[in-house]
Nanobody
Framework: QVQLAESGGGLAQAGGSLRLSCAASGRTLSTYTMGWFRQTPGKEREFVAAINWSGGSRTVADSVKGRFTISREYATNTVYLQMDSLKPEDTAIYHC????????????????????WGQGTQVTVSS
């Protein structure tokens, strides 16, 4: 079993930055693909970014490309999402995810019953 705990959410102004963290525990995650999804009320969960086990392969959604960066730190089993140039439309609950069998290129197809999901952290961007 894997537990994922997100932190770092909060309130930011448009154009500002936040860094989300996801601390993973329970199993070694050295072979897991990790990522982030976000969700706003009444909408489907939206893929944001993913990174493979080595960190050598990453992908981000077009909506955040050039503004968000995903990274991981093996020593602490932590995944980060650096969010810069924030926009009000980035407001959402951000969920950390982990999957052992899904490559980075198709992490966007991950459903709520697949892999592991964290409880999420709220990000609110004011205009």
């Amino acid at each position: 079993q894997v537990q994922l705990a997100e932190s770092g959410g909060g309130l930011a102004q448009a154009g500002g930055s936040l860094r989300l963290s996801c601390a993973a525990s329970g199993r070694t995650l050295s072979t897991y693909t990790m990522g982030w999804f976000r969700q706003t009320p009444g909408k489907e969960r939206e893929f944001v970014a993913a990174i493979n086990w080595s960190g050598g392969s990453r992908t981000v959604a077009d909506s955040v490309k050039g503004r968000f960066t995903i990274s991981r730190e093996y020593a602490t089993n932590t995944v980060y999402l650096q969010m810069d140039s924030l926009k009000p439309e980035d407001t959402a609950i951000y969920h950390c995810v982990a999957d052992t069998s899904r490559p980075v290129q198709i992490m966007a197809t991950m459903k709520k019953d697949d892999g592991y999901w964290g409880q999420g952290t709220q990000v609110t961007v004011s205009s």
